[in-house]
């Protein structure tokens, strides 16, 4: 047991935050795998349907964790208390505006996304606004550096999701669907265990001065911005293919996107420790280019691991994963795989840039987003195209993000 604290003591807190952030995207990866495994092809794609939709949020309420990240490095004491009242004021409306929205549009997402049942979304709904509180809280830690903290906020939501789910699924008599968005929002709950957060705090007369607020809400615009492209990269594949294929498709190819993506999934715990450290150097003048080059070598390396595996081992790894129901996805795992690498590897770069408050990255990732939603359109006459039409755009906008950092380069 001794040993054991002292080999503890050795680990940065950086390392133990990376150890948390793998250990979550396991047990999510565990919470979508036995989901495909208990439900089969067809009820799977309306649960990879929520889950996607959870993704969304997520992009969503980053807007408001990065914010909240980045600012609490540059504000304290009177600025920093202002800020972060007004942070969770604009989470309590900004939640209730889109939770609203999703419950009153159900039917019509229904009749989309060709859903047995509206209920799943109005459940979902029901919980958004606490998700974006909870964005808040996680950017504070962030920001803070208290990966501590802000490990338990991954472990307390991941855990109770996977667990609530599943005892739901099992002991529950009610369409799997609805218990899927049941168990997620719930997670939403737990997911605010631990927050220093009162609710006096909303009604505080407490505001920053109109320089201070015009830096943030500059910040705040262009984040938004930013994490729209990555809905739009990320998730639109899924959700066109769920609007074009047959529910059986629909399914084997949320399973394809699912092994595809634990490359984005591993490259964003880089981008949590990313952001904070650059916009620290960038303060202190120190250079911040070396933090780029770190994660983007971490990146590379992980990508080439995971392709080649997907290339060498594809009905092996399906297999295992989800089992003989989804082998007819194999041909295509190690190309998912390769544009959901190509778009880590640039995702990197365009927070990178973020953080140095620069808006061409920002625009470049939109018209690529654009692109890719419309070349699917356009272009779905099966599920090999739908893919490779993702990996011509990400190839596109990985060039586009380096000759940019080139550019400010030789700028300098």
Same mark, same amino acid.
């Given at each position: 047991?001794?040993?054991?604290?002292?080999?503890?003591?050795?680990?940065?807190?950086?390392?133990?935050?990376?150890?948390?952030?793998?250990?979550?995207?396991?047990?999510?990866?565990?919470?979508?795998?036995?989901?495909?495994?208990?439900?089969?092809?067809?009820?799977?794609?309306?649960?990879?349907?929520?889950?996607?939709?959870?993704?969304?949020?997520?992009?969503?309420?980053?807007?408001?964790?990065?914010?909240?990240?980045?600012?609490?490095?540059?504000?304290?004491?009177?600025?920093?208390?202002?800020?972060?009242?007004?942070?969770?004021?604009?989470?309590?409306?900004?939640?209730?505006?889109?939770?609203?929205?999703?419950?009153?549009?159900?039917?019509?997402?229904?009749?989309?996304?060709?859903?047995?049942?509206?209920?799943?979304?109005?459940?979902?709904?029901?919980?958004?606004?606490? /998700?974006?509180?909870?964005?808040?809280?996680?950017?504070?830690?962030?920001?803070?550096?208290? /990966?501590?903290?802000?490990?338990?906020?991954?472990?307390?939501e991941m855990w109770s999701?996977?667990?609530?789910?599943?005892?739901?699924?099992?002991?529950?008599?009610?369409?799997?669907?609805?218990?899927?968005?049941?168990?997620?929002?719930?997670?939403?709950?737990?997911?605010?265990?631990?927050?220093?957060?009162?609710?006096?705090? &909303?009604?505080?007369?407490?505001?920053? !001065?109109?320089?201070?607020?015009?830096?943030?809400?500059?910040?705040?615009?262009?984040?938004?911005?930013?994490?729209?492209t990555q809905i739009i990269?990320?998730?639109?594949?899924?959700?066109?293919?769920?609007?074009?294929?047959?529910?059986?498709?629909?399914?084997?190819?949320?399973?394809?996107?699912?092994?595809?993506?634990?490359? /984005?999934?591993?490259?964003?715990?880089?981008?949590?420790?990313?952001?904070?450290?650059?916009?620290?150097?960038?303060?202190?003048?120190?250079?911040?280019?070396?933090?780029?080059?770190?994660?983007?070598?971490?990146?590379?390396?992980?990508?080439?691991?995971?392709?080649?595996?997907?290339?060498?081992?594809?009905?092996?790894?399906?297999?295992?994963?989800?089992?003989?129901?989804?082998?007819?996805?194999?041909?295509?795992?190690?190309?998912?795989?390769?544009?959901?690498?190509?778009?880590?590897?640039?995702?990197?770069?365009?927070?990178?840039?973020?953080?140095?408050?620069?808006?061409?990255?920002?625009?470049?990732?939109?018209v690529f987003g654009i692109?890719?939603?419309?070349?699917?359109?356009?272009?779905?006459? !099966?599920?090999?195209?739908?893919?490779?039409?993702?990996?011509?755009?990400?190839?596109?906008?990985?060039?586009?993000? &380096?000759?940019?950092?080139?550019?400010? !380069?030789?700028?300098?």
């Open positions: 047991m001794t040993a054991f604290r002292i080999a503890l003591k050795k680990v940065s807190p950086e390392q133990l935050f990376m150890g948390s952030v793998l250990l979550v995207n396991g047990g999510n990866y565990l919470y979508n795998l036995l989901l495909g495994r208990l439900l089969g092809p067809e009820v799977f794609a309306e649960a990879a349907l929520l889950v996607t939709l959870l993704l969304v949020l997520s992009f969503l309420g980053m807007t408001f964790q990065l914010a909240t990240a980045k600012f609490a490095v540059l504000f304290s004491d009177a600025d920093w208390e202002a800020f972060q009242n007004m942070m969770y004021r604009y989470a309590l409306g900004f939640g209730l505006l889109i939770g609203i929205l999703l419950f009153a549009f159900a039917e019509n997402l229904q009749q989309i996304f060709q859903t047995d049942s509206a209920l799943l979304f109005k459940t979902f709904a029901v919980g958004i606004p606490l /998700y974006f509180f909870m964005s808040v809280n996680r950017g504070k830690y962030q920001g803070r550096q208290d /990966y501590g903290n802000l490990s338990v906020t991954y472990q307390t999701r996977l667990l609530v789910t599943l005892g739901l699924l099992w002991f529950v008599p009610l369409p799997p669907a609805f218990l899927v968005a049941l168990g997620i929002a719930l997670s939403f709950v737990f997911g605010l265990i631990p927050s220093d957060f009162r609710l006096s705090s &909303l009604f505080k007369k407490l505001s920053l !001065s109109a320089d201070r607020k015009k830096q943030v809400t500059q910040f705040m615009v262009l984040t938004a911005c930013y994490e729209f990269i990320n998730n639109s594949d899924i959700l066109l293919v769920k609007h074009y294929f047959d529910a059986l498709d629909a399914g084997l190819y949320a399973s394809l996107a699912l092994i595809g993506r634990v490359v /984005y999934f591993v490259a964003w715990m880089f981008v949590m420790l990313l952001l904070p450290t650059v916009v620290q150097k960038q303060k202190d003048g120190e250079p911040t280019a070396p933090v780029l080059f770190k994660y983007v070598g971490y990146i590379g390396l992980l990508s080439l691991v995971i392709v080649l595996a997907c290339t060498l081992f594809p009905k092996m790894i399906i297999t295992v994963l989800f089992g003989d129901s989804y082998l007819a996805m194999a041909p295509l795992l190690w190309q998912y795989a390769l544009a959901t690498s190509l778009f880590a590897i640039s995702n990197i770069f365009a927070y990178y840039f973020l953080s140095l408050d620069h808006y061409v990255p920002v625009m470049v990732s939109g692109s890719q939603v419309g070349l699917i359109v356009f272009f779905h006459s !099966s599920l090999n195209m739908v893919v490779q039409v993702q990996i011509i755009t990400m190839i596109a906008l990985l060039i586009a993000q &380096l000759l940019y950092f080139a550019h400010k !380069s030789i700028m300098r």
